[in-house]
């Protein structure tokens, strides 16, 4: 996948990741399956994660590893940092969107025009930072200062600090609607909403009742020839067939071709480890 990323492997609700110089164990509840590699490998991790029933969780160091550290990924420099929750600032499964996004925003780039694209949920940054190195201009939202600090600094550790980049910290519903009241449009848009969450003034996010609200103002803010819409769900049963359905309640998609699958992540074994589901919708001018 990449020199800095790989699955080494996966089994027993665990995948063992080595990113960059670092060897880590964290959950994969989606591996149900049996692991392949001896356990003296898996005790080879650097850090372990742990999860609370609390929820949350808390790392084991097994060896001296730095608080941050790089990683070169897609064109992108990348820092690297475990948080309690077993996140480490990067969704490797979404590396074909970004992949994908890439390509149709240059194409469009290379007509001249420059097209605007929303991020929302956008955490670290990599799609924000793939839209705007291919000549996009960018919004990018999330709920959580840190996180979007965290974009900031990819942003410079990139060298696409100087890039149209507006970093905004806000409820994605909250900021949607106020833009839409402010009559502002995109040509595309990108969406990985979580199951649950919390907004900056702590409001209660449920996928089910509020992703087909969010849903209705994007559709409001794309521009009459849409670029794309991506949207991506790790929620389990929101499946490419489920995410049409609700996007279909919100947005005329006569005027897009569907393309939805698996993300996946190949493993080092060639294995393949489902990580949620996407639907992509293209425009058709």
């Given at each position: 996948?990449?020199?800095?990323?790989?699955?080494?492997?996966?089994?027993?609700?665990?995948?063992?990741?080595?990113?960059?110089?670092?060897?880590?164990?964290?959950?994969?509840?989606?591996?149900?399956?049996?692991?392949?590699?001896?356990?003296?490998?898996?005790?080879?991790?650097?850090?372990?994660?742990?999860?609370?029933?609390?929820?949350?969780?808390?790392?084991?160091?097994?060896?001296?590893?730095?608080?941050?550290?790089?990683?070169?990924?897609?064109?992108?420099?990348?820092?690297?940092k475990p948080t309690p929750f077993g996140h480490v600032g990067l969704f490797a499964e979404q590396t074909a969107q970004w992949r994908w996004m890439r390509e149709r925003i240059a194409a469009r780039v290379a007509t001249g025009a420059t097209p605007r694209v929303l991020n929302l949920f956008a955490y670290t940054g990599l799609a924000s930072l793939t839209a705007a190195a291919a000549g996009a201009d960018v919004c990018h939202v999330d709920a959580s200062k840190?996180?979007?600090?965290?974009?900031?600094?990819?942003?410079?550790?990139?060298?696409?600090?100087?890039?149209?980049?507006?970093?905004?910290?806000?409820?994605?519903?909250?900021?949607?609607?106020?833009?839409?009241?402010?009559?502002?449009?995109?040509?595309?848009?990108?969406?990985?909403?979580?199951?649950?969450?919390?907004?900056?003034?702590?409001?209660?996010?449920?996928?089910?009742?509020?992703?087909?609200?969010?849903?209705?103002?994007?559709?409001?803010?794309?521009?009459?020839?849409?670029?794309?819409?991506?949207?991506?769900?790790?929620?389990?049963?929101?499946?490419?067939?489920?995410?049409?359905?609700?996007?279909?309640?919100?947005?005329?998609?006569?005027?897009?071709?569907?393309?939805?699958?698996?993300?996946?992540?190949?493993?080092?074994?060639?294995?393949?480890?489902?990580?949620?589901?996407?639907?992509?919708?293209?425009?058709?001018?």
């Amino acid at each position: 996948m990449s020199a800095e990323y790989e699955i080494l492997d996966s089994g027993d609700g665990r995948k063992l990741e080595r990113i960059g110089p670092h060897l880590l164990d964290r959950q994969a509840p989606q591996a149900f399956w049996t692991k392949r590699l001896p356990e003296t490998a898996w005790r080879e991790a650097d850090a372990v994660h742990h999860r609370s029933e609390k929820g949350g969780g808390h790392w084991e160091f097994r060896k001296e590893i730095p608080a941050t550290w790089t990683i070169s990924l897609e064109g992108l420099t990348v820092q690297m940092k475990p948080t309690p929750f077993g996140h480490v600032g990067l969704f490797a499964e979404q590396t074909a969107q970004w992949r994908w996004m890439r390509e149709r925003i240059a194409a469009r780039v290379a007509t001249g025009a420059t097209p605007r694209v929303l991020n929302l949920f956008a955490y670290t940054g990599l799609a924000s930072l793939t839209a705007a190195a291919a000549g996009a201009d960018v919004c990018h939202v999330d709920a959580s200062k840190s996180v979007v600090d965290w974009a900031r600094e990819n942003a410079k550790l990139s060298g696409l600090e100087d890039r149209p980049v507006r970093w905004i910290v806000d409820d994605c519903l909250a900021f949607a609607g106020r833009d839409v009241r402010r009559g502002r449009k995109y040509d595309a848009i990108v969406l990985d909403p979580p199951t649950y969450g919390r907004g900056t003034r702590k409001e209660a996010w449920r996928i089910e009742t509020d992703l087909p609200r969010l849903l209705r103002s994007c559709a409001q803010l794309l521009t009459a020839d849409p670029l794309f819409i991506v949207l991506s769900c790790h929620t389990p049963g929101w499946t490419p067939i489920a995410l049409e359905n609700v996007l279909g309640d919100a947005v005329d998609l006569s005027g897009f071709e569907l393309d939805g699958g698996e993300m996946s992540i190949p493993q080092k074994d060639q294995r393949i480890l489902p990580s949620g589901y996407v639907l992509r919708a293209v425009g058709r001018g």
